[in-house]
Every structure is written in C-alpha cells, then in structure tokens.
C-alpha cells in the first residue's frame, strides 16, 4: 500500500492540545443561549415518536417569527424616517428568514395522515389560528383584522400588543407615507386614515407605483422598496400556500383544532394581498418601462 504524503495524515480525533479553549468559563455557550429552558420546552403529550417533531416545527417557525417582527418592525421606523438603506437590509433578511420557514414545510410533509392522528387529541384546541406573533406580523404587513385579536382576550398582554399593532400604520402605509413625502398626491384617505381599518387600494397609490416603475433610474430608492416589499408578500404567500398543501395533505378537509372548517379557512387567505397596487400595477406597466 503507498505510504501516505506529509500533510495528508489523518487523525481520528481534533488535537487540542495547542487551542486555547475556555474550559471553565463563568459565561458558557449554554447559558447565554439559554439552553436549559429552551431545550426542555419540548413537552409532547403522548409517547407517539412524531409529536416531538410537531412541537419543534412550530417552536422553529415561532423563533424565526420573532427575528421577522424584530427586523419588519425596525425597517418600518427606518423607512418613517426616510433611511431606507438600513430597511433594505432588514427586508433582505425577512426574505431569507421566509425561505427557511418555507423549506420547514419539507421536513413536516415527512408525517403521514395515520402518524398526526396517533397524538392529534393531545393538541386539545390549540391552533396556530392562535399564533399572536403570526397576526401580529399579518397586521404589522398590512392585513388588518380586528376579529383576529378577540382569541387573545383571556391574555392582556397579548391582547394589548396586538390591539397596538392594529392600530398603528402597516408597513405600506409607511411606505405610503414616504411616497407622499417624496412628492407623489396622495389622498388623505391613504397617508392619514384609520390604521386599524383594512387598507382599500386606490387609483392614485397604483399611479405612483406606475411612475416609479416607469422611471427607475429617478426614483431608484421607491423602485428597490416597491421590490423588497414585494419580495416579503411573495414568500408570504408561498408560505400559506405551502401550508395549506401540508395540511391538505394530512387532515384532508377536516376541521382545524382551532374550529375553522380546515383547509377551507386557509384557501381564503391565499386572496389577501398586503400590498395591492403593487401587484395591479404589474398588469398596466407597458412594455419598455426603464
Ligand atoms: C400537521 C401540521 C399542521 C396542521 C394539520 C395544521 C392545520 C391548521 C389548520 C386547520 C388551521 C386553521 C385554523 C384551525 O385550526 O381551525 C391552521 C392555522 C394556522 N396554522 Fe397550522 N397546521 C399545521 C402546522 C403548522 C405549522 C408548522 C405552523 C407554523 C407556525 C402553523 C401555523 C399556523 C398559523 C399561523 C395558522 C393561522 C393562519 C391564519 O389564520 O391565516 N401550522 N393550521
């Protein structure tokens, strides 16, 4: 057998010996992450193997909507305050936060019909219907709804969290906002309205979008948000409809635990739109537009 070069040793094991590892450190990996509570948060109500993987899938997607609140939340103060730069940045990273929410969709398909109905009961009434980060990210993008927060009355700190973000403007009324400060007319029924009212799309926001697309090269700044802001709804939407099929997929058109009619209640939300004009304005855009 040929002997092997210098340089192309292996061994089994990483030599530590010339690292200077922290062996005793008074702030370790696992307390400043809080491991202990978070890894044993993860209670599944019965021995069926499948529920763990229910239970971390929900917690995963529950953590990656924290990060979105936090960074939508920030990008919306930039753009009020016209730094869109910084915005951008942050409505990049919801937008790669999306796409691992979306690829999670592939890891639960892996359950089966027969293996969810083995620990269904154990879920009682709980639902994601109830997930107030998940409304609250709906009402921050623009989908108002102020049926939605009555689930959350029994707990007033949500509740009042929520009842907050209703009420405040969305991040396209920001947006619109911003346009009407760069000079687009906007009616007082979209720049100064009741924020916790669904947003009703208007003929002059779609007319400002359409100038913008058609003159990138002055309004370069609105062109790249019109597109961030495009790019969080389009993940949104691949996200309900990649729910949808997983739930198609393993409860059919049964009832949801949270007491929608299922698959049925999600199919309309595939219709909303946070940010409207944005999308009808792709239909009226010319050929050439620069
Ligand atoms: C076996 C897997 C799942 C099933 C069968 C399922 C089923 C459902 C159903 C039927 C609904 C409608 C409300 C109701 O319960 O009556 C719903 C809503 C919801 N689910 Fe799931 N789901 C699953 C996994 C997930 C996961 C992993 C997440 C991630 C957080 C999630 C988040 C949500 C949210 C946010 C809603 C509210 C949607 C809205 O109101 O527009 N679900 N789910």
């Given at each position: 057998m040929a002997k092997r070069k210098e340089g192309q040793a292996r061994s089994a094991s990483v030599d530590l010996s010339q690292e200077g590892v922290h062996w005793d450190q008074p702030m370790s990996y696992g307390d400043y992450l809080q491991l202990e509570p978070l890894l044993s948060a993860q209670r599944p109500g019965t021995a069926e193997h499948d529920e763990m993987l229910f239970i971390v899938i929900h917690q995963v997607s529950e953590l990656w909507l924290k990060q979105c609140l936090h960074e939508a939340h920030a990008a919306a103060a930039h753009i009020a305050s016209d730094r869109l730069r910084p915005a951008f940045k942050m409505l990049t990273r919801v937008a790669r936060i999306q796409a691992q929410m979306i690829n999670a969709w592939e890891v639960l398909v892996t359950m089966t019909p027969a293996d969810y109905a083995r620990f269904r009961?154990?879920?009682?009434?709980?639902?994601?219907?109830?997930?107030f980060q998940y409304r609250e990210l709906e009402f921050l993008l623009g989908n108002k709804n102020?049926?939605?927060?009555?689930?959350?009355?029994?707990?007033p700190e949500r509740y009042r969290r929520l009842s907050e973000v209703l009420h405040a403007p969305s991040l396209y009324d920001i947006s619109l906002q911003l346009l009407a400060r760069r000079g687009f007319a906007l009616p007082d029924s979209v720049v100064a309205r009741d924020w916790s009212e669904p947003y009703r799309p208007c003929d002059e926001v779609e007319q400002a979008w359409a100038d913008i697309y058609r003159d990138t090269g002055r309004y370069w700044e609105l062109y790249e948000l019109a597109e961030k802001l495009v790019d969080t709804e389009y993940h949104f939407h691949q996200w309900r409809f990649s729910h949808l099929k997983t739930v198609e997929r393993i409860i059919g058109q049964k009832p949801g635990t949270g007491g929608t009619g299922g698959a049925s209640y999600l199919a309309?939300?595939?219709?909303?739109?946070?940010?409207?004009e944005l999308w009808s304005v792709r239909t009226t855009l010319e050929e050439g537009a620069s």
């Open positions: 009961d154990s879920l009682g009434q709980s639902s994601g219907f109830q997930s102020a049926a939605m927060i009555e689930v959350h009355r029994r707990h309309k939300a595939l219709d909303l739109q946070f940010f409207p």
